[in-house]
């Protein structure tokens, strides 16, 4: 099984900031990584998939990158409906798994 | 438009059993692969279970294989998980969402059915 460890679990930002959370697969996982959001009390939404593209609809200010068993989501211009919880999830191999999600909190 | 709405789910005793369902509308759901995702309350996703387009192919997360199955009617665009031998630490939302078709990323997710297990 791979596992996701994502850093850090909880952040706290401004309006405005650039924020960065990265993922560690303990395998390559190739391109199949995906970065999903959950606002509370929601379903979660696909922000990004296989590393690096972005689903139809999410603003351009989400990003994503990296290769192998190193990823990160970037926020550029974090804006107040930004505040969630993001998870990363890899879709190489079963069972699929997630990352255990980092809060994103108004500072 | 892309739904899928969940159902099923409700209180159950340790030991016990449930059938949670969801209906999909919106595109051609013999076409598409689907998951099983689950949230234990306050705590982080959980893939549970994968079923191809013609249930060829089926997986399960360790936590759940032997006690869940999953399964589909593609004639009546649904999605099944047969839950049994359920345990406390089945408690979650459970999740019905799409896997992509052109990938293997989760494209949409249903809004969740809540299965309690407690005595």
């Known amino acids: 099984e791979i596992q996701m460890t994502q850093s850090p679990s909880s952040l706290s930002a401004s309006v405005g900031d650039r924020v960065t959370i990265t993922c560690r697969a303990s395998q390559d996982v190739s391109i199949w990584l995906a970065w999903y959001q959950q606002k509370a009390g929601k379903a979660p939404k696909l922000l990004i998939y296989?590393?690096?593209s972005l689903q139809s609809g999410v603003p351009s200010r989400f990003s994503g990158g990296g290769s192998g068993t190193d990823f990160t989501l970037t926020i550029s211009n974090l804006q107040p409906e930004d505040f969630a919880t993001y998870y990363c999830?890899?879709?190489?191999?079963?069972?699929?798994?997630f990352g255990q999600g980092t809060k994103v909190e108004i500072k | 438009e892309v739904q899928l709405m969940e159902s099923g789910g409700g209180l159950v005793q340790p030991g016990g059993s449930l059938r949670l369902s969801c209906a999909a509308s919106g595109y051609t759901f013999s076409t598409y692969e689907m998951n099983w995702v689950r949230q234990a309350p306050g705590k982080g996703l959980e893939w549970v279970s994968h079923?191809?387009?013609?249930?060829?192919?089926?997986y399960y997360a360790d936590s759940v294989k032997g006690r869940f199955t999953i399964s589909r009617d593609n004639a009546d665009n649904s999605l099944f998980l047969q839950m049994n031998s359920l345990r406390v630490e089945d408690t979650a939302i459970y999740f019905c969402v799409r896997v992509s078709g052109s990938g293997r990323h989760i494209d949409y997710w249903g809004q969740g059915t809540l299965v309690t297990v407690s005595s």
């Open positions: 296989a590393v690096s």
């Open positions: 999830q890899q879709a190489n191999s079963f069972p699929r798994t």
């Open positions: 079923i191809s387009s013609a249930s060829r192919t089926i």
